[in-house]
């Protein structure tokens, strides 16, 4: 199985928006509505940001928002802040029911 | 509220295994979670090695199959991981995270344990 594909790095300016995609193939995120976010900072636990595609966990602000089309899903950020700047990762399941991972992307504020 | 802590040897020799144990505070291990670990490689993302239920069921990530063994200790309310025959490629940042049964996202995470594999 081989890494999601994600873009190394995207910035923005606060208030504004960013879009992180996230592309696979046909025999993981292209078959699968298992798609999450999250969000990794040095020195605390990963943060779930969205799973299923669209959904948001509790406590997460709705500023965070999904989608997915074929083969590549897309997390946005709307109104950028500064606590959004970290590492996201994108995550789905191939057909042999083995998570896979992107290969992170860096947000700057 | 969960939370789940790893722990473990920071330095583990080059052939020899890995152990580390993750406990789940506030959260019995035997809940309908399948519990995983996954680790990222300094500078490098984030892999899946696999998951084990409280059954005693285990899924492994196929690259690390032969090496792995995961388990959980109902009586500590921990889970444990066993990486043998370790090379400096396994050096990493070792993750345990919950995945509830039905769901395929994981939530919570530990924060992390780092492993180096060096003599």
């Known amino acids: 199985q081989s890494a999601l594909t994600q873009p190394h790095s995207v910035s923005g300016s606060l208030g504004q928006s960013v879009t992180i995609s996230c592309t696979g193939t046909n025999a993981d995120l292209g078959a699968s509505n298992y798609v999450s976010w999250y969000q990794l900072l040095p020195g605390r636990a990963p943060k779930l940001i969205l799973y299923a595609v669209i959904q948001r966990p509790s406590g997460v602000p709705d500023r965070f928002s999904g989608s997915k089309s074929g083969n590549t899903a897309s997390l946005t950020i709307s109104g950028l802040q500064a606590e959004d700047e970290g590492r996201y990762y994108c995550s789905s399941i191939d057909a042999n029911s083995v998570y896979v991972f992107g290969t992170g992307t860096e947000v700057t504020v | 509220q969960v939370q789940l802590q790893e722990s473990g040897p920071g330095l583990v020799a080059p052939s020899e295994t890995l152990s580390l144990t993750c406990t789940v505070y506030g959260y019995s291990v035997t809940s309908p979670v399948w519990w995983s670990w996954v680790r990222q490689p300094p500078g490098w993302g984030l892999e899946w090695l696999g998951e084990?239920?409280?059954?005693?069921?285990?899924n492994y990530n196929p690259s690390l199959k032969s090496r792995l063994t995961m388990s959980v200790d109902k009586s500590t309310n921990q889970l444990s991981l066993r990486l043998t025959s370790v090379t400096a490629a396994d050096t990493a940042l070792y993750f345990c995270?919950?995945?509830?049964?039905?769901?395929?996202?994981?939530?919570?995470w530990g924060q992390g344990a780092l492993v180096t594999v060096s003599a």
């Open positions: 995270a919950a995945v509830q049964t039905g769901t395929r996202y994981f939530a919570p």
């Open positions: 084990v239920h409280q059954s005693g069921s285990t």
